[in-house]
T-cell receptor, first 115, second 113 residues
Framework: GESVGLHLPTLSVQEGDNSIINCAYSNSASDYFIWYKQESGKGPQFIIDIRSNMDKRQGQRVTVLLNKTVKHLSLQIAATQPGDSAVYFCAETHLFTGGGNKLTFGTGTQLKVEL | DGGITQSPKYLFRKEGQNVTLSCEQNLNHDAMYWYRQDPGQGLRLIYYSQIVNDFQKGDIAEGYSVSREKKESFPLTVTSAQKNPTAFYLC????????????FGSGTQLSVL
């Protein structure tokens, strides 16, 4: 899972398995969260978002879970494919006090899919 | 990359030189941002602009400057005061104030000669 340290955590999974990437956020006032995927040498790409009034949100092959009690966010990827190999970032913000335009990003987790 | 164009893709800076990174968007977004990314780390906010002719410092604005004369353009200048400019620079935009979701460009890799 993610950490705020200098080392990029790495998650290795077998193709076809499910992946779970974790993120601990720090601001208890944050009410909007996003997961981004970044491939090498490219800009981050939006995957899925969730507001704090929800615990779970599903997309295509992805699910985001939010636990506000322990300030924890996770991204689940079903049937992981080689194209899922990338760095995944969580980001947080507080939309309703003017913070909505300032996302705070986590360090990122490198997902490696093994064939 | 969702209508956000960054140029050039690679840029080299000599000691004491100012360089400008271009960011153009055709998404009609109000807000634009510049982030810096160092290897193995997350994104750190340099500057952001929520409307034309207005911008605010982010967390690491020292050694950088921006302008927002047009809605579609938000150039970033890396000045000679920035002593460690080597990084991957990302420009982003969002549709309106208070909209958290950002759309990113493809980035510019800046290196020092």
């Amino acid at each position: 899972g993610e950490s705020v340290g200098l080392h990029l955590p790495t998650l290795s999974v077998q193709e076809g398995d499910n992946s779970i990437i974790n993120c601990a956020y720090s601001n208890s006032a944050s009410d909007y969260f996003i997961w981004y995927k970044q491939e090498s040498g490219k800009g981050p790409q939006f995957i899925i978002d969730i507001r704090s009034n929800m615990d779970k949100r599903q997309g295509q092959r992805v699910t985001v879970l939010l636990n506000k009690t322990v300030k924890h966010l996770s991204l689940q990827i079903a049937a992981t494919q080689p194209g899922d190999s990338a760095v995944y970032f969580c980001a947080e913000t507080h939309l309703f006090t003017g913070g909505g335009n300032k996302l705070t990003f986590g360090t990122g987790t490198q997902l490696k899919v093994e064939l | 990359d969702g209508g956000i164009t960054q140029s050039p893709k690679y840029l080299f800076r000599k000691e004491g030189q100012n360089v400008t990174l271009s960011c153009e968007q055709n998404l009609n977004h109000d807000a634009m941002y510049w982030y810096r990314q160092d290897p193995g780390q997350g994104l750190r906010l340099i500057y952001y602009s929520q409307i034309v002719n207005d911008f605010q410092k982010g967390d690491i604005a020292e050694g950088y400057s921006v302008s927002r004369e047009k809605k579609e353009s938000f150039p970033l200048t890396v000045t000679s005061a920035q002593k460690n400019p080597t990084a991957f620079y990302l420009c982003a935009s969002s549709p309106k104030r208070g909209q958290g979701k950002l759309f990113f460009g493809s980035g510019t890799q800046l290196s020092v000669l």
